[in-house]
Structure formats: structure tokens, C-alpha cells
């Protein structure tokens, strides 16, 4: 898959002066890097590591976490490793870090880094599984049972295989050294394995000779070519975190990066830019609001480690952050906003396929989450007064993030408002301004349709990021804001604005060149009924105005749709036992039902794309959906309902 030069083209675009110029000095460094790197076996003397990290006693190690630990040596030495938490591989022994083993292809390549694009791999082939290897997350597991366990056989393997992975990657050779956020998280994540390996009493001749030959050319790279400009996003908070931690477990190492008080500068910085006062993410992505705050936590307590201490508004913009991770987040059946692969830093969960609904349960409550609170401790205190706004009696608004969440009864409601994205190129961003994701007793019935992948397949990536996919009400004939490409849009829309029209009601509106479009989403709880009743309405203006909107709503598979043999535009649907009532106002002109729900669908996509979803990265799956479409003026708002289905007969 190649970009072309009209993707290159708009890129540039993106960028102001100054980045440009510094594009050039990049690429220069990398010619020049590829031809002569540094010789990293100068100046890279033995010495005793620092103080992080500090690991917890290991006679009040959990029950859950002995037992984790225990399947898990077992599940990775034979090879059944899972990518992104879910996505079952198997790999050889040793691992071949070259190849994607979801898509079954081998990139063997023995050219530099700088010369390769990772961007443009055989169909069907996505650089992420490849870098997913190497993130070392099961080498970190056979570390931790190492030492938790006394299993002395994992320490060896997860040695051996590090020792294979340098043989196999030298500096700059290969997939590996494509991504300087790639080597910021390897840092980490050597740095639990150097910790946990030295405290079990691992050979001290193979860790130092690993750390003498891993650790500089890391160090050296990440902070050579680490992110900046329009190409920041939770890139450079990865690489900061890295580089940070890097330089408190091996302090003597450190000529090889930047001087600690440097790093710890730019990383408050990143801190306070990618999130918001209010504690959201930036990059409107919700995956990324707890990966881009455990890069942060690892990093804080380096630093805590090394005695130093992050400013306050920076600790204070951590603990929003938290809590906004916990007010919009649902602890099960997650459906995340915006672009997310699923991705973790560091296995301090005790069971991968749950991570997500364990550092929920951290941050809400930390006994009741094991193994997080085992290995970390306990959570950042939340802040009060927190930095939602009240709005009506259950709304809680997210003013600078633009998220909009209600627990009401046994129903959670999620309303975005927010802006496309983040930085000029607004690259994690979906097209989902207005849309409306709905969960009854923490079951999804109406979701966010998801990623899919960032490479493996483009088209069904483009779908998922459309306003087809979501349910904000938009044109179908009006192609803004225009997608340009992987991590690229051509324009912003505006930030959608809100008001609270009533003690039920919440009114959402987006000015669009065509036109505006607005969202009134009024909870009922009377006379019996128990849901949401949502308004929809475009009002056109401007010489290219469409006649009418649409709006799509998905619902999560598995959900099993039955009309009323009375009204045609009157549903019950039911999803894992919780059974609802939509109901569609005859106001809406045409009305076109998908009922198939797919359980799996192959990778990549070769036939429709409608009703396709993707709750983790490379998982996709297929609901049912309601296509709805408007034409002509209105003197009133379209009208869906959302209800608690109490009848006896006529449900599925």
C-alpha cells in the first residue's frame, strides 16, 4: 500500500515553515546516520542500575497474579502469544521479528531503518503486529514470573530470546527501527525486565552485556529522532516517557540521550498539551487516554524514583486525566471513540484480554484490581471539584474535551461534542461530532464502530472513520471534512457547541459549510418509559447545501432486531439479555434495515463494508444497523427512540 504523491503533497502541506525545515535536518540525520552510526561499544562502562523500578514484596503477591503468571509462562513459551490483548498468534521459537503472524508474511529486509517505509508493506500486512513482537510485552511476563515465581527456566528464555531479538535487529536495521516511539516503549519495558531479572538473581554477565549493547543505541536513537511538529501526538509523549526512565535505571548511560532535567521539561510540557484542562485526551481517541497516562505514570515514578518530583499543575492534569478515563469509559463491553489499536506499555494486569476493565477498576477502586494495585500502588487521588460541568440532572460535560457522558438509572449515554482532532493533521480523529453511544446495565446496544487497523486494510479503515459509520446527522452528499489518507484530514470541523435546553434535555450543534446540524438528546423516565428520545435536524445553507441528512445508527453484534408486525418502524432488539424498543418516526423519509450480525469477519475486507465494526484493533466483527434519511424541509425535528422494552410478546 503506498500513499502517493498527492498524500505526500497534503502532508506538507500540514506542516508550517519551521517544521518543514526541520524535516529536511531529519532527513539529512538519517542519511548521515545510515552511513556511519555511532559506535556504541566506546564510552558504555558496567555499572550497578538506579533505583527504578521498584518492585513490591513478594511475599503479599496476589493470589490472581501467581495464577496469571503461572498460565502465562506456559501459553508463551509454546508461542501462543496474543497481539494488541486479543488477536491469538503463534510464533516460533525464537520469534521471527520480521514477520506479521496475523496476516502470516514474512518482511525479511536487511536495510536501514532510514530507508524503509513502513507504511507500504504487502496487502494485507500491518507494521503494527510486527512492532507489536517487539514491544517485548511477553519477554516482560517471563521476567515477572521470574522473580514473582522463582521460575528460573522463564528467566533464561526471556534472555535468550532478547539476545536473539539484538542479533536479529542490530542498531538501525530493519522494521524495528522505523518508529522512535517503538524504541521509547522497548526502553521501558527493558528496563522492568533489567529490574525484575537482576532481583531474581538472573546471570549478571548476560544482563550487563545486554544492557551495554541494547540500551545506547536506544537511547541514542530515540532522542535523535524522536517526533515533533504535526507528528507528535502520543508519539513524543512515548519517546519523553522512554528516555526518562531509561535514564534512571541506567544512569550511567545517560551521554547517550539528554540530561535528565532536560527530558523531565519537555516531558511536563507534552503532559500539558496532549491533555486538556479537563483531563481529556487531545487526540480524541479514548484508547489513547489510558496509553498516552500509563507512558505518563511510568515516567513520574522514574522520576519519583530519582527524587525528583513533577510541577503541580502537571500532577494535577494527571489526576484529571484519571478521572476523566473513569467518568467516560465503561468498565465492560468498552466501545472507545476516535482511532485506537488496543495498545498497552507494560503487562502489570494480571489477564491481557481484560487490561482495559482492570485499570478501570484501579482507578475507581484499586483492591478490587489485584494485580495493578500490587505492581503500582495505589491511584492518584481524584480532584475536587472535578472539570465536568453539571448540565440537567445527570449530564456531566467535558468543556474542553468535548465529551458529554449521562448515568442515569441502569443506562450510560456518551454524547460527543468534541473537536476532530489533534494538531494540523488531526490524525487519530473519526468523524463522529454528535454521535450517541448507549450501554443499558453496562451492555453496548448502540455503539462507536471502532478502528479496524492503521494499515492492513485502507478501505476499511477509511469507512470507519466516515460519518456513515457513526450516527451524527450529516449529508451523505457533501464530502467535509475530506479524509486524505492515513493519519491525515484535509480541514477541522468546528468544535460543536451545546446547551442544556432542560433538566432531561441536552442540545448539540455543529456548524458545517453546508449547513448546521444539531442533536437534542432528552432522557424519558415517565409514564413507564425508560430510555432516550433523540431529534435530529439539518438546517441548509450556502450554494452547496444538500436537500436533506442521514443518520445510521449501528448497534453492537450480536443485537437481534424484530419488527412489530403494527408499525413497520417499530423494533424490539435484544443483546445479551437486555432487551430495548427503538422506534422511528414516520417524519423520516426512507428507512433501510441491515439485521446481520457476524461474530467474525476475515482480514482484510473484500466485500461490504455496512454494519462492519471493531471493538480491538484487527477485530472485526458486523451488526445490525438503521439507515435513516431525511429529504425536504421539516417544520419539526426527526425523531429515534431508545427504550427499555417491558412487553412480553413480539421481542426476539
Keep these: 500500500m503506498s500513499h502517493g504523491l498527492a498524500w505526500y503533497w497534503h502532508r506538507l502541506r500540514a506542516m508550517r515553515p519551521a517544521e518543514i525545515r526541520e524535516r529536511v535536518a531529519q532527513k539529512l540525520r538519517k542519511r548521515a546516520d545510515a552511513r556511519r552510526p555511532p559506535d556504541f561499544g566506546r564510552n558504555?562502562?558496567?555499572?550497578?542500575?538506579?533505583?527504578?523500578?521498584?518492585?513490591?514484596?513478594?511475599?503479599?503477591?496476589?493470589?490472581?497474579?501467581?495464577?496469571?503468571?503461572?498460565?502465562?509462562?506456559?501459553?508463551?513459551?509454546?508461542?501462543?502469544?496474543?497481539?494488541?490483548?486479543?488477536?491469538?498468534?503463534?510464533?516460533?521459537?525464537?520469534?521471527?521479528?520480521?514477520?506479521?503472524?496475523?496476516?502470516?508474511?514474512?518482511?525479511?529486509?536487511?536495510?536501514?531503518?532510514?530507508?524503509?517505509?513502513?507504511?507500504?508493506?504487502?496487502?494485507?500486512?500491518?507494521?503494527?503486529?510486527?512492532?507489536?513482537?517487539?514491544?517485548?510485552?511477553?519477554?516482560?511476563?517471563?521476567?515477572?514470573?521470574?522473580?514473582?515465581?522463582?521460575?528460573?527456566?522463564?528467566?533464561?528464555?526471556?534472555?535468550?530470546?532478547?539476545?536473539?531479538?539484538?542479533?536479529?535487529?542490530?542498531?538501525?536495521?530493519?522494521?524495528?527501527?522505523?518508529?522512535?516511539?517503538?524504541?521509547?516503549?522497548?526502553?521501558?519495558?527493558?528496563?522492568?525486565?533489567?529490574?525484575?531479572?537482576?532481583?531474581?538473581?538472573?546471570?549478571?554477565?548476560?544482563?550487563?552485556?545486554?544492557?551495554?549493547?541494547?540500551?545506547?543505541?536506544?537511547?541514542?536513537?530515540?532522542?535523535?529522532?524522536?517526533?515533533?511538529?504535526?507528528?507528535?501526538?502520543?508519539?513524543?509523549?512515548?519517546?519523553?516517557?522512554?528516555?526518562?526512565?531509561?535514564?534512571?535505571?541506567?544512569?550511567?548511560?545517560?551521554?547517550?540521550?539528554?540530561?535528565?532535567?532536560?527530558?523531565?521539561?519537555?516531558?511536563?510540557?507534552?503532559?500539558?498539551?496532549?491533555?486538556?484542562?479537563?483531563?481529556?485526551?487531545?487526540?480524541?481517541?479514548?484508547?489513547?487516554?489510558?496509553?498516552?497516562?500509563?507512558?505518563?505514570?511510568?515516567?513520574?515514578?522514574?522520576?519519583?524514583?530519582?527524587?525528583?518530583?513533577?510541577?503541580?499543575?502537571?500532577?494535577?492534569?494527571?489526576?484529571?486525566?484519571?478521572?476523566?478515563?473513569?467518568?467516560?469509559?465503561?468498565?465492560?463491553?468498552?466501545?472507545?471513540?476516535?482511532?485506537?489499536?488496543?495498545?498497552?506499555?507494560?503487562?502489570?494486569?494480571?489477564?491481557?484480554?481484560?487490561?482495559?476493565?482492570?485499570?478501570?477498576?484501579?482507578?475507581?477502586?484499586?483492591?478490587?484490581?489485584?494485580?495493578?494495585?500490587?505492581?503500582?500502588?495505589?491511584?492518584?487521588?481524584?480532584?475536587?471539584?472535578?472539570?465536568?460541568?453539571?448540565?440537567?440532572?445527570?449530564?456531566?460535560?467535558?468543556?474542553?474535551?468535548g465529551q458529554a457522558v449521562c448515568w442515569s438509572g441502569d443506562w450510560q449515554a456518551r454524547f460527543d461534542l468534541s473537536p476532530l482532532g489533534y494538531l494540523s493533521t488531526a490524525a487519530h480523529g473519526h468523524l463522529d461530532a454528535l454521535h450517541l453511544s448507549l450501554w443499558l446495565d453496562g451492555v453496548a446496544l448502540v455503539i462507536d464502530p471502532g478502528t479496524g487497523a492503521y494499515y492492513g486494510d485502507v478501505r476499511l479503515r477509511a469507512w470507519l472513520a466516515s460519518w456513515d459509520a457513526h450516527n451524527g446527522p450529516h449529508s451523505g452528499s457533501v464530502d467535509f471534512p475530506r479524509r486524505l489518507g492515513p493519519f491525515l484530514w484535509g480541514d477541522h470541523h468546528t468544535v460543536p457547541t451545546w446547551q442544556q435546553l432542560d433538566a432531561q434535555t441536552l442540545e448539540g450543534e455543529l456548524a458545517l459549510p453546508h449547513g448546521t446540524v444539531s442533536r437534542h438528546i432528552r432522557r424519558v423516565c415517565e409514564d413507564g418509559e425508560d430510555g432516550w428520545q433523540v431529534e435530529d435536524l439539518l438546517i441548509p445553507s450556502g450554494p452547496t447545501a444538500p436537500r436533506g441528512f442521514r443518520v445510521c445508527w449501528q448497534f453492537a453484534p450480536g443485537t437481534r432486531l424484530h419488527s412489530s408486525n403494527g408499525s413497520p418502524r417499530y423494533f424490539h432488539a435484544e443483546r445479551l439479555g437486555k432487551r430495548f424498543t427503538i422506534g422511528i418516526d414516520s417524519a423520516w423519509t426512507t428507512m433501510r434495515v441491515l439485521d446481520e450480525t457476524v461474530a467474525s469477519v476475515g482480514f482484510p475486507v473484500t466485500g461490504d463494508l455496512e454494519g462492519l465494526c471493531s471493538q480491538a484493533f484487527r477485530r472485526i466483527t458486523a451488526g445490525p444497523r438503521i439507515e435513516l434519511t431525511a429529504q425536504g424541509a421539516n417544520p419539526s425535528r426527526y425523531r429515534t427512540t431508545f427504550l427499555v422494552d417491558r412487553s412480553t410478546a413480539g421481542s426476539p
Design 44 to 401: 558504555t562502562p558496567s555499572a550497578p542500575p538506579g533505583p527504578w523500578p521498584r518492585l513490591p514484596d513478594r511475599e503479599s503477591c496476589p493470589s490472581s497474579v501467581t495464577e496469571a503468571l503461572q498460565s502465562d509462562v506456559i501459553t508463551v513459551l509454546a508461542g501462543r502469544w496474543r497481539a494488541f490483548g486479543h488477536l491469538q498468534i503463534q510464533v516460533d521459537d525464537p520469534p521471527q521479528w520480521f514477520t506479521d503472524y496475523a496476516a502470516h508474511k514474512d518482511l525479511p529486509t536487511a536495510r536501514p531503518g532510514f530507508h524503509l517505509n513502513h507504511r507500504d508493506l504487502p496487502a494485507g500486512a500491518d507494521i503494527k503486529v510486527v512492532w507489536e513482537l517487539s514491544r517485548w510485552q511477553p519477554l516482560v511476563r517471563l521476567a515477572q514470573a521470574a522473580w514473582a515465581l522463582g521460575d528460573r527456566h522463564a528467566g533464561e528464555q526471556c534472555l535468550a530470546w532478547l539476545e536473539h531479538w539484538r542479533r536479529q535487529n542490530p542498531a538501525f536495521i530493519g522494521w524495528n527501527w522505523t518508529s522512535a516511539l517503538e524504541s521509547g516503549i522497548r526502553l521501558i519495558n527493558f528496563a522492568w525486565i533489567d529490574g525484575l531479572l537482576t532481583a531474581a538473581g538472573a546471570d549478571s554477565a548476560s544482563l550487563d552485556a545486554l544492557r551495554r549493547r541494547l540500551v545506547p543505541p536506544h537511547l541514542w536513537y530515540t532522542w535523535r529522532h524522536r517526533s515533533f511538529g504535526s507528528s507528535a501526538n502520543n508519539h513524543l509523549l512515548g519517546e519523553l516517557a522512554g528516555l526518562v526512565v531509561a535514564s534512571v535505571r541506567w544512569p550511567s548511560m545517560t551521554s547517550w540521550g539528554a540530561p535528565l532535567p532536560d527530558l523531565q521539561r519537555l516531558l511536563e510540557a507534552e503532559i500539558l498539551a496532549q491533555f486538556a484542562p479537563d483531563g481529556g485526551n487531545r487526540e480524541q481517541a479514548l484508547n489513547y487516554q489510558l496509553f498516552s497516562w500509563e507512558l505518563s505514570w511510568h515516567a513520574r515514578s522514574a522520576l519519583a524514583a530519582a527524587g525528583r518530583s513533577l510541577s503541580p499543575a502537571v500532577e494535577e492534569r494527571l489526576r484529571r486525566a484519571a478521572d476523566f478515563f473513569v467518568t467516560t469509559q465503561v468498565a465492560e463491553d468498552a466501545w472507545d471513540y476516535g482511532d485506537s489499536d488496543s495498545a498497552t506499555v507494560t503487562p502489570l494486569f494480571a489477564n491481557e484480554c481484560r487490561a482495559t476493565t482492570e485499570w478501570y477498576t484501579w482507578f475507581a477502586e484499586a483492591p478490587a484490581s489485584p494485580a495493578l494495585h500490587w505492581w503500582l500502588g495505589e491511584p492518584p487521588e481524584p480532584i475536587q471539584p472535578p472539570a465536568c460541568v453539571r448540565a440537567g440532572d445527570d449530564w456531566l460535560v467535558f468543556p474542553d474535551s
